[in-house]
């Protein structure tokens, strides 16, 4: 069975600092995808990236930056130079091909102080 | 707005009541979810749709749970005889269905925040 694990259930930064949401997930399946998503205090999960499991390509998006290494099974995303507006809980998720659900870890709360 | 809308966003019931709850996912996506969320944890699968088939349901769904998805539109999940432990968040899920890229990226709605007291 599929399962994701992050292990930092807070962290509190202070506003420039770069901080690294760490996230491993357990799978059998060959072929699979990680997601991360962003759960702002309104409630709604926002997507920021999707990841095959073939391509193990480390992706930059302006300040965010996400390393995924398959011989650790991690998949760990890193925000350079916080802000305030990027206080929220950060989940990180797996999807088999074999079926259809996402399976989130507990998710981490991240607090950025000015 | 043309993301996934729920509805209520709150609901405080009477443990023993029943609930429904209302999903409209975005107009074209074929697949729609429910996800149940506790506080301090993340979002764990209850079901799936593709289209009017409900394709998949989590062991957590009880007996007590039904979803429904008529015509392929919106969908409803009904809570019978709440108990307190169904108090959570139930966040509801759509995606346009099959692989690669923006096919398979589920866009989430804000979720209806359960009370059963």
């Known amino acids: 069975a599929q399962k994701v694990t992050q292990a930092q259930t807070e962290i509190s930064v202070v506003e420039k600092e770069d901080v690294t949401l760490d996230c491993v997930y357990e799978?059998?399946?060959?072929?699979?995808?990680l997601f991360w998503y962003k759960q702002p205090p309104s409630g709604e999960l926002v997507f920021l990236i999707r990841?095959?499991?073939?391509?193990?390509q480390n992706e930059i998006s302006g300040r965010y930056s996400w390393n995924f290494q398959k011989s650790t099974s991690s998949f760990n995303f890193t925000i350079t130079a916080s802000q305030v507006v990027d206080s929220a809980v950060y989940f990180c998720?797996?999807?088999?091909?074999?079926?259809?659900?996402?399976?989130f870890g507990e998710g981490t709360q991240l607090t950025v102080n000015p | 707005d043309t993301g996934v809308s729920q509805d209520p966003r709150h609901k405080i019931t009477k443990r023993g009541q029943n609930v429904t709850f209302r999903c409209d996912p975005i107009?074209?996506?074929?697949?729609l979810y429910w996800y149940r969320q506790t506080l301090g944890q993340g979002p764990e699968f209850l079901t799936y749709?593709?289209?009017?088939?409900?394709?998949?349901k989590s062991r957590l769904l009880s007996d007590r749970f039904s979803a429904e998805r008529p015509k392929g539109s919106f969908s409803t999940l009904e809570i019978q005889r709440t108990e307190q432990g169904d108090s959570a968040m139930y966040l509801c899920?759509?995606?346009?269905?099959?692989?690669?890229?923006?096919?398979?990226?589920?866009?989430f709605g804000q979720g209806t925040r359960l009370t059963v007291v």
């Open positions: 990841r095959n499991s073939f391509d193990e």
């Open positions: 107009s074209e996506h074929n697949r």
């Open positions: 749709f593709q289209n009017e088939a409900q394709l998949e």
């Open positions: 799978t059998r399946d060959t072929t699979y995808y």
């Open positions: 998720a797996l999807r088999e091909t074999s079926g259809s659900r996402l399976t």
């Open positions: 899920a759509s995606s346009l269905g099959g692989t690669g890229g923006i096919r398979d990226r589920a866009f």
